[in-house]
């Protein structure tokens, strides 16, 4: 098997799925990145800034680390590793307890037991390394580095087709998944296998979280890919149903079913 750069990976899923925002990947660091931007510094929301960084052209990376969390969502601080998820969040994330900020709810869950429950299931959450690294691919100019996942955003006609590209030569009993929980889970810790629970075989659809819906593109997808499956879909490209039969991937004229194009 040829074995293809981080770049030329990215380059060939953005290609396949015809993407506007840049490919990113994840991966871990132990030395204090030079030129990357620190997420904390940019916004509390982590997922928030990862989707940031697929869509400027201002910079190329981002990074989170140990002694670079001040300003950051707590509960992202814990899905990505740094810190361990409260216990109060059950209450929070589900129909909340005056004893615990004064009481505020979500309402993502239907009690704060079916949240316990939840949250026990996933296990130890571990972090990629003293410093979480997030680069877009394009400009990813080193090959030394153990990458995870690659992750992309897109509509959905474009996620609908790198999801059949992934399945163009899955033989490994790897699936398509749309799990529970915040933004930075379905962007970092499931495609990344950071859940002790849950390994990173499987590609990582959502997000499911409604809550960052005042800031994510409603017509918008992320597809999170484990890294060894990303480099086959890339290699898979040249003989799959994208450039063999690319009216059917993407039909130049749409026929409307519903009123809608």
């Known amino acids: 098997m040829v074995d293809l750069t981080i770049k030329e990976i990215g380059s060939r899923l953005r290609k396949a799925g015809r993407l506007e925002l840049f490919p990113l990947c994840l991966y871990g660091s132990e030395t204090m990145p030079q030129d990357a931007v620190s997420s904390c510094k940019l916004d509390r929301c982590i997922a928030k800034t990862i989707f940031t960084l697929a869509s400027t052209k201002d910079y190329n990376s981002i990074y989170l680390g140990h002694d670079e969390l001040e300003g950051c969502c707590p509960g992202g601080q814990a899905w990505i590793g740094y810190k361990t998820i409260l216990p109060q969040l059950k209450y929070f994330i589900s129909t909340g307890t005056s004893d615990f900020r004064n009481g505020a709810a979500e309402y993502l869950l239907a009690d704060p037991d079916v949240a316990e429950q939840q949250l026990n299931s996933f296990g130890k959450i ?14 990813m100019h080193k090959d030394d580095v153990d990458v995870k996942a690659i992750l992309c955003f897109g509509h959905a006609e474009q996620i609908r087709n790198l999801c059949s590209l992934f399945y163009f030569r899955n033989t490994t009993g790897s699936t398509i998944s749309i799990p529970w929980g915040p933004s930075c889970a379905s962007f970092i810790s499931y495609p990344a296998g950071l859940i002790e629970t849950n390994s990173n075989k499987n590609v990582i659809v959502g997000p499911t979280d409604p809550t960052g819906n005042y800031w994510f593109p ?37 026929v409307s079913t519903t009123g809608q194009d």
């Open 218 to 254: 409603k017509n918008y997808l992320s597809i999170g890919i484990p890294y060894d499956i990303a480099s086959r879909m890339a290699l898979d490209l040249d003989s799959s149903f994208i450039i063999k039969r690319p009216k059917i991937a993407y039909p130049p004229n749409h």
């Open 126 to 139: 571990t972090h990629l390394g003293k410093y979480t690294m997030i680069h877009k691919c394009e400009f």
